[in-house]
């Protein structure tokens, strides 16, 4: 990653056929073997991000210098995880893991409104799974996911040949507004609606809140949206617990309508709740403080 998101990750289809390979007929241990190897090549290769996540453990999280240049190796570990749980998951073996739900019945109580709803989460733990985990909510008939189109198109051609039936749909983001009146139609359905808000794109709008100690840019987009529309709100949040299991968290926003600040305010909050419980799954391998100060 730069210094600011460029709204591109890294990887290639050769990466991702060698880890469908692995899961299909050696399993996840296999799959978590070969990840040390592309662990410790991101660690001696990827300045830029090491040093963006040692700057949250140690200054963020108030890690030791040690501990903090440790867990660097530990984070990109846990997100490499993440990833071969996703394609494992995606692939048809939902099976392989076991779920735990805190505050599905607010997810109930939002689809009983039929109103439609928002999901806001943030790039930790493993929220793109959270369709598998929802599934057996028999009353989502839809879930739409704003996004930027980042992905490269080879993986995403890729993957849709390895990937199970899903009931999730891509909103892109255009220059043009238009996805607004895609949210609107899907919100009109009684569907729901997931936003990450943890990232901008530089020279869009943006709103400044304090995360754990200081101040950050979060985009304005998704709360000024989330905060005007007549729909209920939830933070929503699927974390890695252990190897194998996976547990989902859905609070309900009680912010005021039209009160985008609040409404951030409140994610932050929340965000903060998660990351005390999970520190190693803050994914943003960039500046994301930009701290004059970084150590």
Not at 88 to 116: P, V, W
Not at 193 to 206: A, I
Not at 244 to 261: C, E, F, W
Request: aromatic share 18%; glycine share 6%.
């Amino acid at each position: 990653m730069a210094v600011e998101w460029e709204g591109k990750s890294r990887g290639t289809v050769l990466g991702y056929r060698i880890y469908i390979f692995f899961i299909k007929y050696l399993g996840l241990n296999a799959s978590y073997l070969l990840l040390h190897f592309v662990v410790l090549y991101f660690c001696l290769f990827s300045f830029k991000s090491s040093k963006a996540i040692y700057y949250y453990l140690y200054r963020r999280q108030g890690y030791s210098k040690i501990k903090s240049l440790f867990n660097v190796y530990g984070s990109y570990y846990t997100f490499g995880q993440t990833l071969i749980d996703r394609a494992t998951i995606s692939a048809g073996f939902r099976q392989r893991f076991t779920y735990e739900f805190d505050g599905i019945e607010n997810i109930h109580r939002l689809l009983e409104q039929k109103k439609g709803g928002i999901l806001l989460s943030a790039h930790a733990g493993n929220f793109e799974v959270s369709e598998y985990f929802l599934e057996d909510v028999s009353e989502i008939s839809q879930i739409s996911v704003v996004t930027w189109d980042t992905e490269h198109e080879q993986i995403k051609s890729y993957m849709e040949t390895v990937k199970a039936k899903s009931n999730v749909k891509f909103i892109l983001v255009k220059e043009d507004m238009s996805h607004i009146f895609e949210i609107h139609n899907a919100l009109s359905k009684g569907e729901l609606v997931c936003f990450t808000g943890d990232r901008f794109l530089e020279g869009s709008k943006y709103q400044e809140e304090e995360l754990l100690g200081k101040a950050a840019k979060f985009p304005l987009g998704p709360f000024l949206l989330a905060s005007r529309l007549k729909v209920p709100v939830l933070f929503v949040y699927v974390m890695k617990e252990s190897k194998k299991k996976y547990h989902l968290y859905a609070r309900t926003s009680t912010a005021k309508k039209r009160d985008a600040g609040a409404l951030l305010k409140e994610y932050t909050q929340n965000l903060e709740w998660i990351l005390e419980k999970y520190p190693l799954q803050w994914f943003n391998y960039f500046d994301f403080w930009n701290d004059k100060n970084k150590p």
